[in-house]
């Protein structure tokens, strides 16, 4: 009884981690993704590990980790390189993230869920090189979407919650 109880999770895990693969939902859309986990993608040309996390690390504390504060610090820390983060060809996105998640020990998907400003994402100011150079673009966008490694952990860590 308790291999096919095993299986079962097995099968309904897989299962979760295939949907999970080929869609995301943005704003109640469906929006396709398999291609592009098909696709390599180019390395970031920001060296994400050497920044300085503490203006994250500093302000965003748990076990509240209160929005206001950790939103803010997000921002200040992530828009210098929005143009770089929203490159959907890089592994930017990811690499940030996990930094980040290394140096503050954060919740699954906290700053997806929590700093949210608008369809677009968070509004950031002008701060990027790139950015500066346009004399239109006042205030960029930056998107934040769970990863898909981010997803997988979550539900296998759920899934070894269950087998305890």
């Not at 109640?28 to 398999?34: D, V």
């Not at 700093?115 to 790139?130: D, I, N, Q, T, Y």
Request: proline share 6%.
């Amino acid at each position: 009884m308790g291999r096919v109880k095993l299986v079962s999770r097995f099968t309904v895990l897989f299962l979760l981690l295939g949907v999970f693969a080929s869609t995301s939902i943005s704003d109640g859309s469906f929006i396709s993704t398999g291609r592009n986990l098909l696709q390599a993608k180019k390395a970031c040309p920001v060296n994400f590990e050497f920044l300085n996390y503490t203006i994250i690390t500093s302000r965003c504390k748990g076990p509240q980790y209160p929005p206001a504060q950790c939103c803010s610090a997000f921002k200040e820390f992530a828009c210098p390189y929005a143009e770089q983060i929203n490159d959907l060809t890089t592994d930017c996105a990811t690499t940030m993230f996990s930094y980040i998640n290394l140096y503050g020990s954060y919740p699954p998907g906290l700053f997806a869920s929590e700093c949210r400003e608008g369809k677009e994402g968070l509004a950031c100011p002008a701060l990027s090189p790139s950015a500066s150079e346009n004399d239109n673009a006042s205030v960029s966008q930056l998107t934040c979407n769970p990863s898909l490694l981010l997803m997988a952990t979550a539900a296998f860590l759920m899934f070894l919650f269950m087998l305890s």
